[in-house]
């Protein structure tokens, strides 16, 4: 049973580039949502796919923007890349949008803006 | 505004004593509480959960309290591990307005187990 996969594990970017990430969810899982995890900090929320609309949204600017398909994996994309978007970004499905059900995480994609 | 915030975050315990994190929130509308553990290089990892209607929850060699009057969360590992070395966070996820859906996280505490 596949857990939550992510990629690229590591990613190098430019400032002013976009960058799309990857994201299967776990098996029988329909729901994705997206973390910004800084270093030395607790993973912040970006946003949330379920039916393949984004259901819920954190404080994030409309650069970070984001997609779900029919068999549930996601995508996020970040456009006009800033040196302070570089950060672990986490992937975590859960099921019925994680009412009372735990969200599971991959090991997420590193990201660094040069 | 919301948030889940820890009282220490370091905690550094000999192998085989009993560990104890402790974690605050301010969101009195939060009513789902998760334990993650992180380790290095890795994505959280579940370790165990808990609804507001609940006090207490045990999983193996974990148990979780919950009190609401005073807004704490705190997580106990029995007979601590090397292996139990990591990051710990707790979550919380109020299921009503803008908030569905959405785990906010403590800042994390560092368990480091001495052999």
């Known amino acids: 049973d596949a857990g939550v996969t992510q990629s690229p594990t590591h990613l190098i970017k430019t400032r002013g580039q976009q960058v799309t990430l990857r994201c299967s969810p776990k098996s029988g899982h329909d729901t994705v949502s997206w973390y910004q995890q800084a270093l030395g900090q607790g993973p912040q929320f970006i946003f949330q796919y379920y039916e393949e609309e984004e259901r819920q949204r954190g404080n994030f600017p409309d650069r970070f923007s984001g997609h779900q398909y029919p068999n549930y994996s996601s995508e996020l994309n970040v456009n006009a890349l800033l040196l302070g978007d570089s950060a672990l970004y986490l992937c975590a499905s859960s099921l019925g949008q994680g009412v009372n059900q735990p969200q599971h995480f991959g090991d997420g994609t590193r990201l660094s803006i040069l | 505004g919301e948030s889940v915030g820890l009282h220490l975050p370091t905690l550094s315990v000999q192998e085989g004593d009993n560990s104890i994190i402790n974690c605050a929130y301010s969101?009195?509308?939060?009513?789902?509480f998760i334990w993650y553990k992180q380790e290095s290089g890795k994505g959280p990892q579940f370790i165990i959960d808990i609804r507001s209607n609940m006090d207490k929850r045990q999983g193996q060699r974990v148990t979780v309290l919950l009190n609401k009057t005073v807004k704490h969360l705190s997580l106990q590992i029995a007979a601590t591990q090397p292996g139990d070395s990591a990051v710990y966070f707790c979550?919380?996820?109020?299921?009503?307005?803008?908030?569905?859906?959405?785990?906010?996280f403590g800042q994390g505490t560092i368990l480091t187990v001495h052999p």
């Open positions: 969101n009195s509308a939060s009513d789902y």
């Open positions: 979550a919380e996820n109020a299921h009503g307005g803008t908030s569905y859906g959405k785990l906010t």
